[in-house]
């Protein structure tokens, strides 16, 4: 079953890579969507693909790339779009 999903993640994850290497792992576990930094200091990123894929980029999210420190993710089912042509990272 194919998932859409807004995530949140709060903590030290700016200025650590976090968009990049997200853009990075979504793309290897063949997701769409998008990932951006947040005014407030957090990352936002929506996710759309198979639930089981979907999973483990939440499981990942919540370490993310090796200077990060998270503290929390949010994460959000919204409705299926299919709109994305491949995942990008927004400014």
Known sequence: MKLNVHVLISGKVQGVWFRSSTKQKAEQLGLTGWVRNTPEGDVEAVFEGEEKII???IEWCHRGPPLAKVENVEVKKQNLTNGFD???VRY
């Open 55 to 57: 999973k483990e980029m």
């Open 86 to 88: 491949g995942f990008s």
